[in-house]
C-alpha cells in the first residue's frame, strides 16, 4: 500500500503550517515570531497550489505572506524606537 505524492506532499506542507504556526506563538523575539508566521502563510499558499486553487493561493502569497509581515515588521520597527529615558513629545522633541 502505498501513498500518493500528492497526498504526502499536502501532510508535510500542512506540518509545516503547524510549526510556523507553534513558532510563532512560542518564539520570544517578535521578529522571528511575524517571520515564522508568514512562513506559515507561504507553506499555506503552497498547500493551495497542490489542491488545485491558484487564484487563493496568489491572495494569500500577496496579502497572507508579504504584505501582512512587511507591515507587522514595518510596525515593530516604528515602536520600538531608540531607548531613550527622557520623554518625548509626538514629534520626537524632548519637552
Do not use: H, W
Amino acid at each position: 500500500m502505498s501513498i500518493p505524492v500528492l497526498t504526502l506532499l499536502t501532510a508535510v506542507l500542512c506540518a509545516g503550517i503547524l510549526i510556523g504556526g507553534l513558532l510563532a506563538v512560542m518564539l520570544d523575539n517578535i521578529v522571528s515570531a511575524v517571520i515564522s508566521a508568514g512562513l506559515s502563510s507561504l507553506f499555506a499558499s503552497v498547500v493551495y497550489v497542490v489542491l488545485a486553487a491558484p487564484d487563493v493561493a496568489m491572495t494569500e502569497a500577496s496579502i497572507g505572506s508579504g504584505l501582512t509581515t512587511m507591515i507587522f515588521l514595518y510596525a515593530i520597527r516604528k515602536t520600538q524606537g531608540n531607548n531613550n529615558t527622557g520623554k518625548n513629545d509626538v514629534a520626537g522633541k524632548k519637552q
